[in-house]
Antibody, heavy 116, light 108 residues
Framework: EVQLVQSGTEVKKPGESLKISCKASGYSFTDNWIDWVRQMPGKGLEWMGIIYPGDSETRYSPSFQGHVTISADKSITTVYLQWSSLKASDTATYYC?????????WGQGTLLTVSS | EIVLTQSPATLSLSPGERATLSCRASQDVISYLAWYQQKPGRAPRLLIFDVSTRAPGIPVRFSGSGSGTDFTLTISSLEPEDFAVYYCQQRGSWPLLTFGGGTKVEIK
C-alpha cells in the first residue's frame, strides 16, 4: 500500500527555521517525482515545487522559488520542505503528494503556524 | 501561466440530486485536466484524471467531460459523503500544476 506520512504540527516564531518531512513507502521511491502543495487557512491549493528522489533534481513554482528548499534522502525514502526564516504568511497546511501524471497519493498534511 | 476558473463557488443541493461543476481554462490544456475532492481537515483525493478517467476506487457516479478550455465534473446522484470542496487542476506545462479556486458542494 502506497503511503506518504508527514511530520506533525509545528508552531514557530517569525525568523525561525524549519524542516518538515514526508516519508514514502509501499512503492519504489525513485520511480516517481514528489510534489509539495500549500493550502493557506480557508483557501485553495497552490503548487510549490517538485523533486525527483533518484537524483534530487528539483523544480520550483516562481511564487516559491527562493523562499523554500525541497530536498530528499533516498536512503530513508523521505523528502523534505524547509524554510530558513519563517514569516507569519507561511502559516498554512503543507501537503506532499506523489506525481503519477497527476497527484495520486497524498500525505495527511503538516499544519504550520507561525506567530510571535 | 494557465489560469483555471471554477464555477459556481458554492453549489447548494440535496442528497440524490445531480451536481454539475464547471472548470474553465485560460488556454487549451489538451487533456491534462484532473479533479480532486477535499473534505474538511483531510488531504485532497484524486477523483478524475485526463478529463474523464476515474481514479481507482472512485464510484461511477463521478464523471468528467470536456475538452480544450471547458470541463465539467458531474456527480449523478449526490450521496451524503459527497458534500465537500472540489478542485480542478491542469498539468499542461510540466512540471507546473495549477489549481482552480474550488467549488464547495453543500447540503441544501
Amino acid at each position: 500500500e502506497v503511503q506518504l506520512v508527514q511530520s506533525g504540527t509545528e508552531v514557530k516564531k517569525p525568523g525561525e527555521s524549519l524542516k518538515i518531512s514526508c516519508k514514502a513507502s509501499g512503492y519504489s521511491f525513485t520511480d516517481n517525482w514528489i510534489d509539495w502543495v500549500r493550502q493557506m487557512p480557508g483557501k485553495g491549493l497552490e503548487w510549490m515545487g517538485i523533486i525527483y528522489p533518484g537524483d534530487s533534481e528539483t523544480r520550483y513554482s516562481p511564487s516559491f522559488q527562493g523562499h523554500v528548499t525541497i530536498s530528499a534522502d533516498k536512503s530513508i525514502t523521505t523528502v523534505y520542505l524547509q524554510w530558513s526564516s519563517l514569516k507569519a504568511s507561511d502559516t498554512a497546511t503543507y501537503y506532499c503528494a506523489r506525481r503519477e501524471g497527476d497527484l495520486d497519493y497524498w500525505g495527511q498534511g503538516t499544519l504550520l503556524t507561525v506567530s510571535s | 501561466e494557465i489560469v483555471l476558473t471554477q464555477s459556481p463557488a458554492t453549489l447548494s443541493l440535496s442528497p440524490g440530486e445531480r451536481a454539475t461543476l464547471s472548470c474553465r481554462a485560460s488556454q487549451d490544456v489538451i487533456s491534462y485536466l484532473a479533479w480532486y475532492q477535499q473534505k474538511p481537515g483531510r488531504a485532497p483525493r484524486l477523483l478524475i484524471f485526463d478529463v474523464s478517467t476515474r481514479a481507482p476506487g472512485i464510484p461511477v457516479r463521478f464523471s468528467g467531460s470536456g475538452s480544450g478550455t471547458d470541463f465539467t465534473l458531474t456527480i449523478s446522484s449526490l450521496e451524503p459523503e459527497d458534500f465537500a470542496v472540489y478542485y480542478c487542476q491542469q498539468r499542461g506545462s510540466w512540471p507546473l500544476l495549477t489549481f482552480g479556486g474550488g467549488t464547495k458542494v453543500e447540503i441544501k
